[in-house]
């Protein structure tokens, strides 16, 4: 402000009327400087600001990093300098949205998996310093002439590897991507007779 009629725009310098209000700034700002935009692009539902936390949602799944690095110094130190508009999301802000973004995933893969003929991968391994067991599914099948491979289970066994309770898991899994037993060529083991025989019981 330079007097009670004109102001100075702190970003040009350029003097403008005000006739006692701020109309004439605020249209100066909005129209030469984007200001409005710029800061609606920063807020909760603007473009930029969902690039980037779209971008830490990526980080942290590609590098399978826990969700509480938002809340580390280093990060929060490189979130301020290169967005320094963006509010960081909380790390149980992070993790909804993860959950989000995955059944988002999971939905656009079922729909390009309908009525594919595909064949299935299936093992069991046990990680020996937690004494616990996992069962992981993988599907492989042809998307635009390129060979494709989906996990589309990894699921801790809660019981002995019996052949009956691996035939369950394995038929849940299919029926929860709408895979039907017919378009499966065939399922590929690591050879383990359990497993063979939950096949065959399939």
């Known amino acids: 402000k330079i007097d009670g009629s004109s102001a100075k725009c702190n970003i040009c310098d350029k003097v403008l009327k005000t006739a006692g209000n701020t109309t004439n700034m605020k249209d100066h700002l909005r129209s030469l400087h984007k200001i409005n935009q710029n800061m609606a692009e920063y807020g909760t539902d603007g473009n930029k600001s969902k690039r980037i936390n779209d971008a830490i949602i990526y980080m942290i799944s590609k590098d399978v990093q826990p969700f509480s690095i938002v809340e ?93 309770y691996l035939t369950e898991m394995l038929e849940s899994c299919c029926k929860d991507w709408h895979i039907e037993k017919e378009l499966v060529t065939a399922v590929v083991t690591d050879n383990g007779a359990n497993v063979v025989k939950a096949v065959d019981l399939g």
Request: proline content about 2%; glycine content about 4%.
């Open 72 to 164: 580390n110094k280093g990060f929060i130190h490189l979130m301020n300098t290169v967005a320094p508009r963006n509010k960081i999301p909380s790390r149980y802000l992070i993790t909804k949205w993860v959950d989000e973004k995955f059944l988002e995933m999971k939905e656009m893969w079922k729909r390009l998996l309908n009525g594919k003929t595909l064949t299935l991968t299936m093992d069991v391994w046990s990680d020996q310093m937690s004494m616990r067991s996992y069962l992981g599914i993988t599907a492989h099948f042809q998307l635009e002439l390129e060979k494709t491979s989906l996990t589309i289970r990894v699921l801790e066994l809660s019981e002995r590897h019996r052949s009956v």
